[in-house]
């Protein structure tokens, strides 16, 4: 079995070469039409004012300006992660979220996060600050898996002390507390 | 009935020492299921009045709190009313004022005799008449059943204001309501470990961590700590060992330390979430709340950590065990249709019993020193505030009104 499957891979192989070999040769004997003769500039072309130079590749200086970018690209790429009522398991948008989160904690390679999970109103604030931990560990092991090495990431819970909306009456209100936050701890 | 009084009357005349007068006023009080007593209007002997915090009331308060009285507030002594009610003692006093001092007598008399029973002198600045008057009560329960009262007992509790949450201290009835913290966002799971000491999470390092405090003395220090979550205290009225949940270990589990804060005990070693526990009062078990099974129950097991077993199976979602001072039942709140509300159990898991059956949600219950109530957290009204039960589910009184009350517990 094991003689076989090794003749076969080294027959596709010979194959294999053959398509390069003759790849390489047509390109050799494809000839391109000889570019026209350039004309003299006979027009003169003013040059394009300073201000409509492009400015999107701009590296800015200013340290306020810089601290606002690092600002929006945080909160842009390490974003609020919700989950469902009582549970701990990663929703399939959030673990979309949580992509993005990993890829620009590999960009910001010296960042150290603080992963802060939380939980809506409903049930004991001692049961709820072991939920909102299982909340922020589950987002600490995805990122882990992802590369991440687990001593840039610290996890915490705020059980249900720290609800974005208080006294929710119905779900819709509950799951916007039911979260994992990040938090910049050091770059 | 007679024969009670005749024998009391009797006594008095006889013995006349204090110790044979306490003998007889418990077989007074051993008549009735609740002891007739009358509460007069106390007097001024200059003419500086009361004007708020009437001792005579607070006592009255007290005794009627008790739920084991029978009590007859009345502006002056009258002998018809008494007869009538069948009063054999009443409460009587009299009261000087001096600028911010007040020097008072308490005392307790024969309704029938008109004799002089017991009495006690209070002096000090006006502003302790509420403890003053709380001490006498205790006085007199302790005489006629002997039992130590509640009057004295404290609440810790916490105040929600927005995000942020401090602890408080108050009487038992809700008056005299003090900060203890100021520092750190949130304070919360507040424990007695004695009258002036207590412990308590605090997130003043941006994490919740362990912190004893003094009372009297208005400082504290940490006292557990980690890189991980050290939560929801509850100390022993027997031995040194504070329970609390750790998540060192990967995720909550119960684990136990002396008042030092040394050696650390891990006794939970389950993959699910375990936490909320208590002792029981002879200190030989704890209680706690675990999702082993999915959904949160409540367990018992030897304060070794072996001998686990689940006590609670009437409800989906049943939390915040604590144990009556008594050892006879722990009361727990329980989630069935939708709502939550204060159960008690055995601490063998039999005997289920529905404590409150309020509007809006009833948890995180404490007992009182002497197990004759259970005080909790309702938001019943749409606010959140304290509320006083008896174990039977009568006598239910409001002890806070400023609506962001939470996680009561009463001195042991």
Same mark, same amino acid.
């Given at each position: 079995?094991?003689?076989?499957?090794?003749?076969?891979?080294?027959?596709?192989?010979?194959?294999?070469?053959?398509?390069?070999?003759?790849?390489?040769?047509?390109?050799?004997?494809?000839?391109?039409?000889?570019?026209?003769?350039?004309?003299?500039?006979?027009?003169?072309?003013?040059?394009?004012?300073?201000?409509?130079?492009?400015?999107?590749?701009?590296?800015?200086?200013?340290?306020?300006?810089?601290?606002?970018?690092?600002?929006?690209?945080?909160?842009?790429?390490?974003?609020?992660?919700?989950?469902?009522?009582?549970?701990?398991?990663?929703?399939?948008?959030?673990?979309?979220?949580?992509?993005?989160?990993?890829?620009?904690?590999?960009?910001?390679?010296?960042?150290?996060?603080?992963?802060?999970?939380?939980?809506?109103?409903?049930?004991?604030?001692?049961?709820?600050?072991?939920?909102?931990?299982?909340?922020?560990?589950?987002?600490?092991?995805?990122?882990?898996?992802?590369?991440?090495?687990?001593?840039?990431?610290?996890?915490?819970?705020?059980?249900?002390?720290?609800?974005?909306?208080?006294?929710?009456?119905?779900?819709?209100?509950?799951?916007?507390?039911?979260?994992?936050?990040?938090?910049?701890?050091?770059? | 009935?007679?024969?009670?009084?005749?024998?009391?009357?009797?006594?008095?005349?006889?013995?006349?020492?204090?110790?044979?007068?306490?003998?007889?006023?418990?077989?007074?009080?051993?008549?009735?299921?609740?002891?007739?007593?009358?509460?007069?209007?106390?007097?001024?002997?200059?003419?500086?009045?009361?004007?708020?915090?009437?001792?005579?009331?607070?006592?009255?308060?007290?005794?009627?709190?008790?739920?084991?009285?029978?009590?007859?507030?009345?502006?002056?002594?009258?002998?018809?009313?008494?007869?009538?009610?069948?009063?054999?003692?009443?409460?009587?006093?009299?009261?000087?004022?001096?600028?911010?001092?007040?020097?008072?007598?308490?005392?307790?008399?024969?309704?029938?005799?008109?004799?002089?029973?017991?009495?006690?002198?209070?002096?000090?600045?006006?502003?302790?008449?509420?403890?003053?008057?709380?001490?006498?009560?205790?006085?007199?329960?302790?005489?006629?059943?002997?039992?130590?009262?509640?009057?004295?007992?404290?609440?810790?509790?916490?105040?929600?204001?927005?995000?942020?949450?401090?602890?408080? =201290?108050?009487?038992?009835?809700?008056?005299?309501?003090?900060?203890?913290?100021?520092?750190?966002?949130?304070?919360?799971?507040?424990?007695?470990?004695?009258?002036?000491?207590?412990?308590?999470?605090?997130?003043?390092?941006?994490?919740?961590?362990?912190?004893?405090?003094?009372?009297?003395?208005?400082?504290?220090?940490?006292?557990?700590?980690?890189?991980?979550?050290?939560?929801?205290?509850?100390?022993?009225?027997?031995?040194?060992?504070?329970?609390?949940?750790?998540?060192?270990?990967?995720?909550?589990?119960?684990?136990?330390?002396?008042?030092?804060?040394?050696?650390?005990?891990?006794?939970?070693?389950?993959?699910?979430?375990?936490?909320?526990?208590?002792?029981?009062?002879?200190?030989?078990?704890?209680?706690?709340?675990?999702?082993?099974?999915?959904?949160?129950?409540?367990?018992?097991?030897?304060?070794?950590?072996?001998?686990?077993?689940?006590?609670?199976?009437?409800?989906?979602?049943?939390?915040?065990?604590?144990?009556?001072?008594?050892?006879?039942?722990?009361?727990?709140?329980?989630?069935?249709?939708?709502?939550?509300?204060?159960?008690?159990?055995?601490?063998?898991?039999?005997?289920?019993?529905?404590?409150?059956?309020?509007?809006?949600?009833?948890?995180?219950?404490?007992?009182?020193?002497?197990?004759?109530? =259970?005080?909790?957290?309702?938001?019943?009204?749409?606010?959140?505030?304290?509320?006083?039960?008896?174990?039977?589910?009568?006598?239910?009184?409001?002890?806070?009104?400023?609506?962001?009350?939470?996680?009561?517990?009463?001195?042991?």
């Amino acid at each position: 079995m094991v003689m076989k499957t090794r003749t076969l891979s080294a027959g596709i192989l010979c194959v294999a070469l053959l398509l390069s070999f003759t790849g390489c040769k047509k390109q050799v004997t494809t000839l391109q039409e000889p570019q026209p003769e350039p004309k003299p500039d006979t027009t003169f072309t003013e040059p394009e004012p300073l201000q409509s130079i492009d400015t999107s590749d701009e590296v800015s200086f200013n340290e306020a300006e810089l601290e606002a970018e690092f600002q929006r690209k945080v909160q842009e790429n390490l974003r609020t992660i919700y989950f469902d009522y009582d549970s701990y398991t990663l929703k399939q948008a959030e673990i979309e979220k949580l992509g993005a989160a990993g890829n620009f904690l590999r960009e910001h390679p010296s960042l150290r996060v603080l992963i802060e999970g939380h939980c809506d109103e409903r049930g004991s604030s001692e049961y709820n600050m072991g939920l909102g931990e299982n909340r922020s560990r589950v987002i600490k092991d995805y990122l882990k898996n992802y590369g991440i090495p687990a001593i840039r990431m610290e996890i915490t819970s705020w059980g249900k002390e720290r609800p974005v909306v208080a006294g929710c009456s119905n779900d819709a209100c509950h799951a916007k507390n039911r979260r994992a936050e990040f938090k910049v701890l050091s770059r | 009935m007679i024969n009670i009084r005749i024998l009391f009357l009797y006594s008095i005349v006889i013995a006349g020492t204090l110790y044979a007068e306490q003998i007889d006023l418990r077989s007074y009080a051993s008549g009735f299921d609740s002891i007739p007593i009358a509460v007069i209007q106390f007097r001024s002997l200059n003419n500086a009045g009361i004007t708020t915090n009437p001792p005579w009331e607070i006592i009255a308060d007290d005794l009627d709190f008790s739920g084991r009285f029978f009590v007859i507030r009345t502006p002056k002594s009258d002998s018809a009313l008494f007869a009538g009610k069948n009063i054999g003692i009443f409460i009587y006093g009299e009261y000087t004022i001096t600028g911010n001092d007040i020097e008072m007598d308490c005392n307790l008399y024969d309704a029938t005799a008109m004799d002089l029973l017991f009495g006690k002198k209070y002096r000090g600045q006006l502003k302790f008449l509420r403890d003053m008057a709380h001490r006498f009560t205790n006085k007199i329960y302790d005489m006629l059943l002997g039992e130590r009262g509640p009057f004295e007992s404290e609440i810790l509790f916490v105040k929600d204001k927005g995000n942020t949450k401090h602890l408080y =201290i108050m009487d038992y009835d809700g008056y005299n309501q003090r900060k203890l913290t100021s520092r750190g966002k949130v304070n919360v799971f507040p424990a007695f470990i004695d009258s002036n000491t207590i412990v308590w999470t605090s997130f003043l390092r941006g994490k919740p961590d362990l912190y004893t405090g003094s009372i009297s003395a208005g400082s504290f220090s940490i006292f557990v700590y980690s890189r991980y979550i050290e939560t929801s205290p509850a100390a022993s009225t027997i031995h040194d060992k504070i329970v609390y949940a750790s998540s060192r270990a990967g995720n909550l589990d119960i684990y136990t330390c002396n008042r030092t804060g040394k050696n650390k005990r891990r006794l939970t070693f389950n993959r699910s979430i375990d936490t909320s526990p208590c002792w029981s009062p002879n200190g030989y078990h704890i209680a706690f709340t675990s999702d082993r099974t999915g959904q949160p129950q409540i367990y018992v097991m030897d304060a070794d950590g072996v001998n686990t077993r689940r006590i609670t199976f009437n409800g989906s979602y049943q939390d915040s065990p604590a144990w009556s001072p008594r050892g006879d039942k722990i009361a727990y709140s329980s989630l069935q249709n939708g709502k939550f509300d204060i159960w008690t159990v055995s601490p063998d898991g039999t005997e289920p019993a529905q404590v409150t059956a309020l509007p809006g949600n009833n948890e995180y219950p404490t007992w009182s020193p002497d197990a004759s109530h =259970i005080a909790f957290v309702s938001t019943r009204g749409g606010k959140s505030n304290i509320y006083c039960i008896r174990p039977d589910g009568t006598g239910i009184k409001q002890i806070t009104r400023s609506g962001n009350a939470k996680m009561p517990d009463w001195s042991k």
